[in-house]
């Protein structure tokens, strides 16, 4: 028998945080219906110029103006939809390592129990502020000044399964706001189960709050395993640029490198790519979902967006005939509704390398973990997690080795 196989010695995978491309089937059960991050912020721009991502395929996911259909593309597309119950951060990362989360995380529309309140309020020897579903720089604006005359620290929510803790660095320092959200992170365990705890520092005076990048996120443990730590038992490097690690709680990754701003953290993807030998660097861009899905800024996404597309011709330099490119989403973040939430929609699924097919399309996956099958699969280690591998879909016989 003859098997042929992309002889990969390194990935990249780099998620556009937010980035959807249409509603998914069930998106009115979530408040979503009508959302498509992608063709609704092209639409309240005009056009959106990003001829490096049209390259690879993405104006066949969809009708996005300014984005074209070239006849000849450098990569392969598809599109995928998250079988998850959710449409948070922590399910669309875990999905797309092996990890499919059955049962929401719990939400708190109406904040937190008193329960839990009375809790954290003992374990940090503080009263605390708000305790309500809020937008983040909607509620530092509201309980900002309050918080530096008390010291009490903000607590607030969203449609996703987080317990958000905001504090002014000269009123409560970082390090004991990181503190806090240990002690968070250990209250909101079984039963509760919460997704993840973050601490969301900011600066500033009443009028012109401002958050700082010194955001941290504590997660829920993974409740299996993960293809990162099979990929690390095969003796890979798996490395996280900026949040990553703090999604899957610091398990599966062999080094973690932090970041500033979407734009340091190509710099430091491209740098961090280059050392690696064997193994694969993740990077997710949280500035589009961030600073601009939440804020409901179609014109900062599409900048951002923009700005990420003229990047991405280094990104294709360091790309080698070993290396595989990945870039897709982990959920849709519309800055055209009137939500600030994230959205329940497919994401993209756009791969690029010198040793693959250029303009197949992938279809439509049934999830986002066949990325982490993918990679596995590229990697010749065969373990038992979710997801297909697109692997044989996009393999280029002409540029492979023969294994008999």
């Known amino acids: ?11 990249l995978l780099i998620v ?17 219906k009508g959302s498509n991050t992608l063709r609704n912020m092209a639409d309240a721009v005009g056009d959106l110029n990003l001829p490096n991502l049209e390259s690879l395929g993405i104006g066949f996911l969809g009708e996005f103006k300014g984005i074209g259909m070239p006849e000849q593309l450098k990569g392969c597309y598809g599109k995928m939809a998250e079988a998850s119950k959710a449409k948070d951060t922590t ?21 937190f129990p008193q329960k839990i309140i009375d809790a954290f309020e003992k374990a940090i020897g503080r009263k605390v502020l708000g305790n309500k579903h809020a937008s983040g720089t909607e509620i530092i604006k509201e309980l900002g000044p309050e918080h530096i005359k008390t010291g009490c620290p903000i607590i607030y929510t969203s449609a996703d399964s987080v317990f958000q803790i905001a504090a002014h660095e000269e009123i409560i320092p970082v390090e004991d706001l990181y503190r806090m959200c240990e002690i968070a992170r250990g209250i909101l365990k079984y039963p509760y189960n919460i997704g993840r705890v973050i601490a969301r520092p900011f600066i500033g005076r009443e009028g012109s709050f401002t958050r700082t990048p010194r955001r941290k996120d504590y997660s829920i443990l993974p409740f299996k395993k993960t293809a990162l730590e099979y990929l690390i038992e095969g003796g890979m490097d798996v490395i996280s640029i900026g949040k990553v690690k703090d999604i899957f709680a ?3 990754f062999t080094k973690t490198v932090p970041v500033s701003d979407n734009n340091d953290a190509i710099s430091k993807t491209i740098l961090s790519f280059n050392a690696m030998k064997k193994g694969i660097v993740w990077v997710t861009l949280v500035d589009f979902d961030t600073l601009y899905g939440h804020r409901n800024d179609p014109q900062g996404y599409a900048k951002a967006l923009e700005d990420f597309d003229k990047r991405l011709p280094e990104i294709f330099e360091i790309i080698k005939k070993d290396d595989l490119l990945i870039i897709t989403a982990d959920h849709g973040c519309d800055p055209t509704t009137p939500s600030t939430d ?18 197949i399309n992938l279809g439509l996956r049934d999830s986002f973990s066949d990325i982490g099958a993918t990679i596995l699969d590229a990697f010749e280690l065969k373990k038992p997690v979710e997801g297909k591998s697109f692997r044989g879909e996009i393999a280029n016989t002409n540029a492979l080795s023969k294994l008999t």
């Open 91 to 111: 399910s669309g990362h875990w999905e797309m390592m092996g990890v499919i989360v059955d049962k929401p995380f719990p939400t708190y529309p109406d904040g």
């Open 342 to 359: 994230h959205s329940r929609e497919y994401v993209p699924l756009l791969v690029y390398g010198p040793a693959i097919k250029k303009g």
């Open 250 to 252: 610091g398990k599966g």
């Open 16 to 32: 556009l945080d937010g980035l959807g491309i249409g509603e998914l089937p069930d998106a009115e059960e979530y408040g979503d």
């Open 1 to 11: 028998m003859v098997f042929y196989c992309i002889m990969v010695k390194r990935v």
